[in-house]
């Protein structure tokens, strides 16, 4: 298939992106208003405008709308909080469904606040997360494992969005990882696709696609010697692995192979393994090929890097990013 028919045959797919689906709030600070608190003495970040965007599983769920998928939706785990609207808000924006978003009193919606100087564009301060360290919620743990059960058979491809770097608080607890490998030994057609910061190894018949540190750092965890044999103790159907510019590793039945990296000057690499995962599940939806799938993934995450933020690649980008 041609690079534009995999991307026209995007439209037929539906993805659903279960996970840790969070709030980027990207919030511009003036310097010059950082007058001292007169309660305090301590000088105040004067925000003076801000922009809420969906992150994390949520910034997947922007480039499969971008890249056209017929449907995408989200399942995760909302605070019932400001934040927790935001998110919904930004969703809905998108064209993104977020009605298997599962709330929860006791949760904090998980939220990245960027500060960025008003005068330079950059970000230059400590961000602020609102994170959580507790487990999480039995009834929302048990509501999020009954919608999976549910739902995803409705779905042609499910991207795994396994991003919490705590022990504990992320949406993709044993039960619901349990949940997705029962799910994904089935047999059927459909693409299970997982990115998972601090867990790759306990993931089974699925697609991995872990960046370099990841992989070696599950390999360690795991007393395995390389990542053919991180793709053996996985029983993956492929495992992927990017190493930024320089490209991805395939290993699937047919053995190691390289997908090479576009070369570009990057502007902002933040959210570039998101857009490889969109683009990388649904290529492989399309066309059974794991290095087919790196290639694209790779295409994306070349389009995105070279926008501040993180940014989305669309069919049009693609084309001309493929040369055509």
């Not at 997360?129 to 549910?150: C, Y």
């Not at 683009?279 to 799938?293: E, K, P, S």
Request: overall charge negative; proline content about 3%; glycine content about 10%.
């Amino acid at each position: 298939m041609t690079t534009a028919e995999v991307l026209d045959a995007f439209a037929d797919l539906s993805v659903l992106v279960v996970g840790d689906i969070c709030l980027d709030r990207w919030c511009q600070y003036d310097p010059r208003e950082a007058e001292p608190s007169r309660e305090t003495g301590i000088p105040r970040v004067a925000v003076v405008d801000c922009e809420s965007t969906p992150g994390a599983g949520g910034t997947v769920a922007n480039n499969l709308v971008a890249l056209g998928a017929g449907r995408v939706a989200v399942l995760g785990a909302i605070g019932e909080d400001g934040y927790g609207h935001d998110l919904l808000r930004a969703l809905t924006a998108r064209g993104i469904a977020g009605d298997l978003m599962v709330r929860g009193g006791s949760l904090r919606t998980f939220t990245y606040t960027k500060l960025l100087n008003l005068e330079s564009g950059v970000e230059d301060l400590p961000r602020v997360d609102s994170i959580n360290v507790r487990p999480l919620d039995e009834k929302v743990e048990s509501e999020i494992h009954g919608r999976l059960l549910e739902f995803a058979g409705d779905f042609d491809v499910v991207v795994v969005s396994d991003q919490a770097e705590t022990a504990a608080g992320g949406v993709v607890t044993p039960k619901v990882r349990d949940a997705l490998i029962s799910l994904a030994r089935r047999g059927s057609s459909r693409v299970f696709w997982v990115d998972s910061r601090r867990r790759a190894e306990h993931f089974r018949s699925m697609i991995l696609k872990p960046n370099e540190d990841e992989a070696r750092e599950a390999c360690t965890r795991a007393g395995l010697s390389d990542f053919a044999a991180l793709r053996a103790h996985t029983e993956s159907r492929a495992l992927i692995v990017t190493h930024g510019e320089r490209g991805a590793s395939v290993i699937d039945e047919r053995g190691a192979s390289h997908a090479p990296a576009r070369a570009v000057e990057p502007v902002d690499i933040c959210g570039a393994g998101d857009s490889f995962n969109a683009a990388g599940a649904m290529a492989f939806a399309v066309t059974n090929d794991a290095l087919q799938a790196a290639k694209f993934g790779n295409l994306a995450a070349s389009i995105t890097i070279q926008k501040r933020g993180t940014g989305t690649a669309s069919r049009t980008e693609m084309l001309k990013a493929a040369g055509l």
